[in-house]
């Protein structure tokens, strides 16, 4: 009675919910790091973790061995820290986008970033174009890509100074089928299996090269676009009701458009980079979180970006061990498990109304 009193949909109790979700996230983050092909236990985990902060080092008597702490420290905890940081940005990259094209079907790849990302990456697997980058050659390349698509869709897509929302999309989509084209063209020219297949896998979504130096970039653009986001909840809820009716309430209709492409973008083109495409997350947790808490885009960003990122975190668990020592791709995971829950979700939506 009382979580149904928390998560209340007309009036919700957001830091009840915000505090629950904390927690959760970090149970989340504490079972996820000692879960696959070589357990470590919770209790380890927590203590190996623990142990890391400054000052409290010698908090706890040494109950691990060697390789366990390495396991947990150099291989597990970055990639659910990049799980968190990605399922967050893709969340809160998905919320942005449906205000900003008004429709809940929107997700973060609507404007082809994904494809773009993708072509310039394939090109940079397969061919090595852009090896003079160095060890984050594939990472700035997907970013390029990303960028140089986000450009020509922006530039298509303004009418006498403003973004019209349907040559936007539909800009989107057109480059997008570019793009896909290009990078098939790439695949079919591919010089040997293997790459094609690292490729493929990168395509499909992974977190598997995770490492630190992965983290600090993602992390610093989620939390300037979402203290961005944070300060705009009020022009993001007044666009829903249309351009005119947000303008003649005060909202600066052609600016704003402007920074939430930049914000989308930007999100969009960071995330893929580092992780390739993980599809459904964008457009399923802002759709649930809604369910949870309202349309208010003040309660909405901080509520999908916390879902977003347990979410990820543990469909890479099951992508890690479900034919351990192999991986699925958790981009595959994410559209088979999302897909179903997604659809019982508007059905269960629509039998409600």
Same mark, same amino acid.
């Given at each position: /009675?009382?979580?149904?009193?928390?998560?209340?949909?007309?009036?919700? *109790?957001?830091?009840?919910?915000?505090?629950?979700?904390?927690?959760? $996230?970090?149970?989340?983050?504490?079972?996820?790091?000692?879960?696959?092909? %070589?357990?470590?236990?919770?209790?380890?985990?927590?203590?190996?973790?623990?142990?890391?902060?400054?000052?409290?080092?010698? &908090?706890? @008597?040494?109950?691990?061995?060697?390789?366990?702490?390495?396991?947990?420290? +150099?291989?597990?905890?970055?990639?659910?820290?990049?799980?968190? =940081?990605?399922?967050?940005?893709?969340?809160?990259?998905?919320?942005? /986008?449906?205000?900003?094209?008004?429709?809940?079907? $929107?997700?973060?790849?609507?404007?082809?970033?994904?494809?773009?990302?993708?072509?310039?990456?394939?090109?940079?697997?397969?061919?090595?174009?852009?090896?003079?980058?160095?060890?984050?050659? #594939?990472?700035?390349?997907?970013?390029?890509?990303?960028?140089?698509? =986000?450009?020509?869709?922006?530039?298509?897509?303004?009418?006498?100074?403003?973004?019209?929302?349907?040559?936007?999309?539909?800009?989107?989509?057109?480059?997008?089928?570019?793009?896909?084209? &290009?990078?098939?063209?790439?695949?079919?020219?591919?010089?040997?299996?293997?790459? #094609?297949? *690292?490729?493929?896998?990168?395509?499909?979504?992974?977190?598997?090269?995770?490492?630190?130096?992965?983290?600090?970039?993602?992390?610093?653009?989620? =939390?300037?676009?979402?203290?961005?986001?944070?300060?705009?909840?009020? +022009?993001?809820?007044?666009?829903?009701?249309?351009?005119?009716? $947000?303008?003649?309430?005060?909202?600066?209709?052609?600016?704003?458009?402007?920074?939430?492409?930049?914000?989308?973008?930007?999100?969009?083109? %960071?995330?893929?980079?580092?992780?390739?495409?993980? +599809?459904?997350?964008?457009? /399923?947790?802002?759709?649930?979180?809604?369910?949870?808490?309202?349309?208010?885009?003040?309660? %909405?960003?901080?509520?999908?970006?916390?879902?977003?990122?347990? &979410?990820?975190?543990?469909?890479?668990?099951?992508?890690? /061990?479900?034919?351990?020592?192999? @991986?699925?791709?958790?981009?595959?995971?994410?559209?088979?498990?999302?897909?179903?829950?997604?659809?019982?979700?508007?059905?269960?939506?629509?039998?409600?109304?």
């Amino acid at each position: /009675m009382k979580l149904k009193k928390i998560f209340n949909r007309e009036n919700p *109790n957001l830091l009840a919910i915000v505090i629950i979700l904390i927690v959760l $996230a970090v149970v989340t983050m504490i079972v996820a790091t000692g879960l696959g092909p %070589v357990s470590v236990s919770p209790q380890n985990t927590a203590k190996i973790l623990i142990s890391q902060i400054p000052g409290c080092n010698n &908090l706890f @008597e040494p109950t691990w061995t060697r390789v366990e702490y390495n396991i947990v420290i +150099g291989l597990r905890i970055p990639r659910v820290c990049l799980g968190m =940081i990605v399922g967050a940005s893709l969340a809160v990259c998905g919320v942005t /986008m449906q205000a900003l094209v008004r429709n809940n079907l $929107a997700d973060p790849f609507i404007l082809g970033v994904s494809s773009g990302a993708a072509a310039f990456a394939t090109l940079g697997m397969l061919f090595g174009v852009f090896s003079f980058l160095g060890t984050y050659s #594939l990472s700035i390349s997907a970013f390029i890509g990303s960028a140089v698509t =986000i450009i020509f869709v922006y530039m298509i897509s303004r009418v006498r100074g403003r973004i019209n929302i349907t040559q936007l999309l539909l800009s989107g989509v057109a480059i997008s089928m570019i793009m896909d084209g &290009l990078t098939q063209i790439i695949k079919l020219s591919a010089p040997n299996a293997l790459g #094609l297949h *690292n490729a493929e896998f990168w395509m499909s979504g992974s977190l598997a090269g995770a490492k630190w130096a992965y983290l600090k970039l993602p992390l610093i653009v989620l =939390i300037i676009c979402m203290i961005f986001l944070q300060i705009n909840y009020r +022009g993001l809820n007044v666009l829903l009701l249309g351009e005119e009716t $947000a303008g003649a309430l005060g909202v600066n209709v052609k600016l704003l458009q402007k920074e939430l492409v930049l914000v989308a973008s930007l999100m969009a083109g %960071v995330t893929i980079a580092v992780s390739g495409t993980i +599809g459904f997350v964008g457009l /399923m947790v802002p759709h649930f979180t809604r369910l949870l808490v309202g349309g208010d885009h003040r309660k %909405v960003l901080p509520i999908s970006a916390l879902l977003g990122g347990i &979410l990820v975190v543990w469909v890479d668990v099951v992508a890690r /061990m479900l034919i351990a020592p192999e @991986e699925l791709p958790v981009g595959i995971l994410t559209a088979i498990i999302g897909g179903p829950l997604f659809i019982y979700m508007l059905k269960r939506q629509t039998k409600e109304k």
